[in-house]
């Protein structure tokens, strides 16, 4: 993250604004889309899927929880009223004009990964609470040790995005706009790491071997309080999709006037957008496996963007000393970030199929 950050005006004068402008100074003008682009819509795409699916859950189990005399709805159809909203959303113009639906994001992650601990705290142990690695065979727990790593690597899905949002920083030869981002950077993940160590902690504790993939789906009391956790779910992927969101939709927009000549303006704003938030929610209501989403895209698009490719950008641009150690620990970066993208897509691929197999689409 701070090599990107330190990247974005690595040449005096200029900005790299966007993450694959950044691959076209340093893999060329034509190689550097080709290279970048791909990964980070791979990361932007995956991400929003992962949000429909967790946007529609949420809003189930809060219905569920409100309205205890309603007929249930399938949670396919929850993830399409979750999905509708963005079809509105998705017209806002760009990164400033959704920035308080990010702060609010912000807030509601905060808050319901609080509830979320706290609730596992005052539930307890389960009377039939186990730590065991749960029976199954070698290959199995394997398959999903990789998907775990994928998993993890999805915590650093912001890694794709951070020149975009840098951009929108001023910057002054006295106050770079690498000043204010680190600083940025520093609270956010201190802020995620407050947020969620204590939800796997206390959530394992609670729950054990038998904890599910979002510790809210499996709590109850006190119901009003899980409601509100789960409602305040769905405002944090609200913002997080268009936060993953706008920078797909400037990439296809222009690539409609530059490459096919169609005439900007809302028209053809409203048909990209809609038809890209229309492809992530068939996507995310055909495919509503969380965990196995998350390792999957985990592997293939956020282990790339997040190590790989700011390490080799770095090494071509500022060409450090062989065997320093700004020299070491980027090939290191890169190595690790190998294993963990083949590894994670193999394992996360794996589990989709064999959820897949046992799952009735669009139930």
Known sequence: MRQMIQLHECVPGVRFDRYYDLGRHAFGPKLGPLIVLPQQFIVQVGCDIVYMVTGGKCLKKFMEIVCTNCAPMRQSYWIGVFGCLHFFLSQLPDFNSISRVSLAAAI????????????????????????????????DYMFRVFNALGQITSAYAGHAV?????ATIPSTPERPSRIPMWKGAVWAYFINAICYFP????????????????????????????????????????????????PVFEVLERTMITKFKVPP??????????????????????????????????????????????????????????????????????FVGVFIMLASTIGGLRNIIVDSSTYEFYS
């Open 199 to 246: 939800v796997a902690l206390v959530g394992y504790w609670a729950f054990g071997q038998d904890v599910a993939d979002n510790v809210l789906v499996a709590l109850e009391r006190p119901s009003w309080l899980i409601a509100a956790a789960n409602l305040m779910v769905v405002v944090h992927v609200i913002g997080s999709y268009q936060v993953y969101a706008m």
């Open 265 to 334: 303006g809302l028209l053809l704003r409203v048909i990209v957008r809609s038809a890209y938030v229309a492809l992530t929610l068939f996507l995310g209501v055909t495919f509503p496996f969380f965990g196995d989403l998350l390792g999957f895209f985990g592997g293939f698009g956020f282990a790339t963007t997040s190590y790989i490719l700011p390490s080799i950008m770095w090494l071509r641009i500022k060409k450090p000393e062989r065997l320093s150690l700004s020299w070491t620990v980027n090939w290191g970066c890169i």
């Open 108 to 139: 509601m992650s905060l808050s319901y990964s609080t509830i979320a601990w706290v609730g596992s705290l005052s539930h307890g142990r389960a009377q039939t609470v186990s730590y065991a690695y749960k029976k199954t065979s070698g290959a």
């Open 162 to 166: 951070v020149l975009e949002i840098q």
